[in-house]
């Protein structure tokens, strides 16, 4: 009896857990962690999987002094610019997510993170996380347990549309965290898939919460190819968002590309350093 009351107040204790933010939506996780075995788990340490993905990536500038605040002691902001930061935003639309090889279906992502140097010298690219969101409930409650800024979030969008030959308009809409959403929209050229592939490439994403230390979230993404996003604005429908940025839109001048990815294999560690 003890045991059967405990699996089944677990998966409200686990949104519990990783809500209470008077935001709609986390309650709606409570049905789907129940459907799986990994609810059972109490293990910080966790991996998930990303396949067969349709994805845009930005990197653009914010203002060095709105930024910075925002990433804690122990890590080095990149000023790539006089007072200026790296910001990237990153939407995935993938055929299928999965944690540690629960509940696998298809699912959309997104993060907000700040370019940073790599705290343990490893990884292609490194980036101080400040948003994650997801359609996958359980990905969005084990980050959440961690004390990453992560929501689930079930009203996410990634469309293409109006496609025409390689030409296309993309239009994303990250409507949580609430201060921190965002929409994508623009023209694009769409990846040739019959092209080759760029090598293995590791995108680090960190977050410092008070009862795990530092979390790496380790992107390890395999056959990616690039297309071309030049076009493609970010407007900041958060207010929170528009304070960081200094503007309600940010335009990507360094790298703005639609994307087309076979895998990604995410290994999330606690303690990381």
């Given at each position: 009896?003890r045991?059967?009351?405990f699996?089944?107040?677990?998966?409200?204790?686990l949104?519990t857990?990783?809500?209470?933010?008077?935001e709609?939506?986390?309650?709606?996780?409570?049905?789907e962690i129940?459907a799986?075995?990994?609810?059972?788990s109490?293990?910080p340490?966790?991996a998930?999987?990303y396949?067969?993905c349709?994805?845009?990536?930005?990197?653009?500038?914010a203002?060095?002094?709105?930024?910075?605040?925002?990433v804690p002691d122990?890590?080095?902001?990149?000023?790539a610019?006089?007072?200026?930061?790296?910001?990237?935003?990153?939407?995935a639309d993938?055929?299928?997510?999965?944690?540690?090889g629960?509940l696998?279906r298809?699912?959309?992502?997104a993060?907000?993170?700040?370019?940073?140097?790599p705290p343990t010298?490893?990884g292609?690219?490194?980036?101080?996380?400040?948003?994650f969101a997801t359609?996958?409930?359980?990905?969005?409650?084990?980050?959440?347990?961690l004390?990453?800024n992560?929501?689930?979030?079930?009203?996410?969008s990634y469309?293409i549309?109006n496609?025409s030959?390689?030409q296309?308009?993309?239009?994303?809409?990250?409507?949580r965290?609430?201060g921190?959403a965002?929409?994508?929209d623009?023209?694009?050229t769409?990846?040739?898939p019959s092209?080759?592939?760029n090598?293995?490439t590791?995108?680090?994403?960190w977050h410092q919460?008070?009862?795990?230390?530092?979390?790496?979230?380790?992107n390890?993404?395999?056959?990616?190819?690039?297309?071309?996003g030049?076009g493609?604005t970010?407007?900041?429908v958060?207010d929170d968002?528009e304070?960081?940025?200094?503007s309600?839109?940010?335009?990507?001048?360094?790298?703005s590309s639609?994307?087309?990815f076979?895998?990604?294999?995410v290994t999330?560690?606690t303690d990381?350093f």
């Amino acid at each position: 009896m003890r045991k059967s009351t405990f699996l089944t107040a677990f998966p409200l204790m686990l949104v519990t857990a990783c809500g209470s933010t008077g935001e709609p939506g986390d309650e709606e996780a409570a049905p789907e962690i129940a459907a799986s075995q990994e609810a059972t788990s109490v293990s910080p340490d966790f991996a998930a999987r990303y396949l067969d993905c349709e994805e845009f990536a930005g990197v653009g500038l914010a203002p060095f002094a709105s930024v910075a605040p925002l990433v804690p002691d122990g890590y080095i902001v990149i000023e790539a610019a006089p007072g200026m930061a790296i910001v990237v935003a990153q939407s995935a639309d993938c055929a299928e997510i999965s944690v540690n090889g629960h509940l696998p279906r298809p699912g959309i992502f997104a993060q907000l993170g700040v370019g940073v140097v790599p705290p343990t010298g490893a990884g292609d690219r490194n980036f101080y996380q400040i948003a994650f969101a997801t359609t996958h409930p359980l990905l969005a409650a084990r980050l959440r347990l961690l004390g990453v800024n992560a929501r689930y979030t079930p009203f996410m969008s990634y469309e293409i549309t109006n496609i025409s030959g390689s030409q296309a308009d993309l239009a994303i809409s990250v409507p949580r965290p609430l201060g921190l959403a965002f929409d994508l929209d623009g023209p694009i050229t769409l990846p040739d898939p019959s092209t080759p592939s760029n090598p293995l490439t590791t995108f680090n994403y960190w977050h410092q919460s008070a009862s795990h230390g530092n979390i790496l979230q380790e992107n390890a993404v395999t056959g990616i190819r690039l297309g071309e996003g030049s076009g493609v604005t970010l407007t900041a429908v958060g207010d929170d968002l528009e304070a960081i940025l200094g503007s309600p839109t940010l335009s990507f001048p360094f790298f703005s590309s639609p994307e087309l990815f076979d895998e990604a294999v995410v290994t999330v560690q606690t303690d990381a350093f």
